[in-house]
C-alpha cells in the first residue's frame, strides 16, 4: 500500500511540475529573472519524484543504469533558491563568478556518488531490494543496513549526502528568512503600497523547506529505527504539495524592482553596503536649511497634488518629480515625519478617506471603495493603517460620527421645575 502511494503522489508531482516549469519560463508579466532559478528550483524537485518513482514501480529492476539519476544535483536546491530571492528583492541583481561558489556542494557531491555510478547492476538491484525491505519485515533495520554496507561503503555515502542535504538546504532557508525579513523593511522606504511585494509566499516556502528538513532528520531516525515503511509516502506527498504551492503562487508574484525605472533605492546606489552604511549616507547627503526647504516643497507637492490617490506611488516618482535624490527624500521624510515613506504617504491617505467618510456618510458607501478612491490597494492595509493613524478602525470612526449625528439631532429635554 505505501509503495502504490509513493507511486502515484510521485507521478502526481512530476505531472504537477512539468506544468509548472513551462508556465515560469513563459510567464509575461512577471519576473523572468527570478522565475528561471524557481524553474531550475522545481525541475530538482521533478527529478527527486523522478528518482523516487524509478526505485518504487520497479523500473530499477529493469533499468538499474537509471537509478539516482543526477542526485548530485539536489545539493543545487539551495542556491537556486537563494538565486531566486536575491533576483526578487534587488533590482540589479545579476549572477558574477563569486556567485558560483554557491555550487560547489554540488560538485562535492557529484565525485561522492561517482562510485555509484560504476558499481555493477545487479549491486545496484541489491541496494535497492535492501533499502524497500527496510522495516516491513522483522528484520532489524540496522541489520539490514549493516549487512549492506559491508559489502561497499555506498551505503555511508548515502547516509552523509542526506544529512549533508537537510543541513544546507536549513542553512540557505534561515538565510532566505532573513534576506525577506531586510525586503520588508526596505520596501517600505520606497513604496506606498506593499501587498503583493512583501514576498509572504516565499517566506512560507522558505519555512516550508526549513521544515522538511527537519522532519527529514527525523524520518531518518525512523527509517534505521526500522519504523519508516508507513511514512515512506510522506515526504513524496509534502514535495508534491510544494511544487503545486510553487505554481500557484509564484505566478502571482509581480516584479518588485523593474530594471529601466528611476525608483531604486538609496541602498540599491550603494551595492555591497551595510545598513548602518547607507544609513550614514543618507543623513550626510542635505544640509539643515535644504531639508527644511525640501519638507516644505515635499508637504506643498502632496497636498496640492493629491499624489498619495496614485495606488503604485514610489519614492523614486516622487524624487524625479521634484527632481531631488531619493536619499534626500527619504531622509527628510524620516527625519520631520518620524515614519517611513510607507506609513508617511499612508497618512495622506488616511486622512483623505477620513473627508471621504465625512462626505459619504450618508450614502454608507463601501468602505472598500473609499479604502481604493483614497489610493490603497487592498482592505486589509487600508484597515492596518487607519488604526494605527487614529486609533480606531474606518468602521469604528464611521459609527462615531453617527452616533454624534444622532446625538445633535435629537431634541435636548428641559430640567423639570
Same mark, same amino acid.
Given at each position: ?38 524553474? *531550475? ?13 524509478? #526505485? !518504487?514501480?520497479?523500473?530499477?529492476? @529493469? ?16 542556491? #537556486? ?11 540589479? =541583481? ?8 554557491? =555550487?560547489? &556542494? ?28 527496510? *522495516? ?19 551505503? !555511508?555515502?548515502?547516509?552523509?549526502? @542526506? ?21 520588508? +523593511? ?11 511585494? +512583501? ?31 508507513? #511514512? ?11 511544487? !503545486? /504551492?510553487? /505554481? ?22 550603494? &551595492? ?8 550614514? !549616507? ?26 498619495? #490617490?496614485?495606488?503604485?506611488?514610489? %519614492? /523614486? ?23 517611513? =515613506? ?13 473627508? $471621504? %467618510?465625512?462626505?459619504? $456618510? ?34 469604528? =470612526? ?20
Amino acid at each position: 500500500m505505501g509503495f502504490s502511494l509513493v507511486v502515484v503522489f510521485a507521478s502526481v508531482g512530476i505531472a504537477l511540475s512539468l506544468l509548472v516549469i513551462p508556465l515560469l519560463l513563459s510567464q509575461p508579466y512577471g519576473d523572468r529573472r527570478a522565475n528561471r532559478f524557481l524553474a *531550475g528550483f522545481v525541475a530538482i524537485l521533478a527529478l527527486m519524484l523522478f528518482n523516487r518513482f524509478v #526505485l !518504487y514501480s520497479g523500473v530499477l529492476e @529493469f533499468y538499474p543504469a537509471v537509478g539516482d539519476l543526477g542526485r548530485f544535483l539536489y545539493f543545487a536546491l539551495a542556491p #537556486l533558491l537563494y538565486f531566486y530571492i536575491c533576483a526578487l528583492t534587488s533590482e540589479n =541583481f545579476v549572477l558574477s563568478r563569486q556567485h558560483y561558489w554557491h =555550487f560547489l &556542494p554540488v560538485a562535492v557531491a557529484f565525485f561522492a556518488v561517482l562510485p555509484i555510478y560504476f558499481i555493477g547492476n545487479d549491486i545496484k538491484r541489491g541496494y535497492a531490494q535492501h533499502y524497500l525491505n527496510t *522495516g516491513l519485515d522483522s528484520t532489524s533495520s540496522l541489520s539490514v543496513l549493516s549487512e549492506a554496507a559491508q559489502n561497499s561503503p555506498v551505503i !555511508y555515502i548515502y547516509f552523509v549526502l @542526506f544529512v549533508g542535504l537537510s543541513i544546507h538546504l536549513a542553512l540557505y532557508s534561515l538565510i532566505g528568512l532573513q534576506m525577506i525579513g531586510k525586503h520588508r +523593511r526596505r520596501i517600505g522606504e520606497q513604496f506606498s503600497n506593499t501587498d503583493r511585494i +512583501r514576498l509572504r509566499w516565499v517566506r512560507v516556502l522558505c519555512s516550508a523547506v526549513l521544515l522538511m528538513c527537519v522532519v527529514s532528520v527525523v524520518w531518518l531516525v525512523l527509517f534505521i529505527m526500522g519504523y519508516s515503511a508507513e #511514512l515512506r509516502s510522506m515526504p513524496i506527498l509534502v514535495t508534491s504539495i510544494l511544487i !503545486y /504551492g510553487i /505554481g500557484l503562487m509564484s505566478l502571482r508574484q509581480p516584479v518588485i524592482y523593474a530594471r529601466d525605472s528611476r525608483s531604486s533605492s538609496y541602498d540599491t546606489a550603494l &551595492p555591497g553596503h551595510s545598513a548602518e552604511q547607507v544609513r550614514k !549616507y543618507r543623513g550626510s547627503g542635505l544640509a539643515a536649511a535644504d531639508c527644511d526647504t525640501l519638507w516644505e516643497r515635499l508637504t506643498h507637492y502632496m497636498d496640492s497634488s493629491q499624489a498619495y #490617490l496614485v495606488p503604485g506611488l514610489t %519614492i /523614486g516618482q516622487l524624487s524625479e518629480t521634484l527632481d531631488v535624490p531619493a536619499a534626500h527624500l527619504s531622509q527628510v521624510i524620516n527625519t520631520y515625519s518620524e515614519s517611513n =515613506f510607507f506609513d508617511f504617504v499612508n497618512g495622506y491617505r488616511v486622512r483623505h478617506a477620513k473627508g $471621504l %467618510i465625512r462626505d459619504q $456618510l450618508s450614502s454608507r458607501t463601501k468602505l472598500l471603495t473609499i479604502a481604493l478612491d483614497a489610493g490603497f490597494n487592498s482592505q486589509s492595509t487600508f484597515y492596518a493603517q487607519f488604526k494605527k493613524h487614529c486609533g480606531e478602525t474606518p468602521a469604528q =470612526f464611521r459609527q462615531s460620527l453617527i452616533a454624534d449625528l444622532k446625538a445633535k439631532a435629537s431634541p435636548v429635554q428641559s430640567p423639570r421645575n
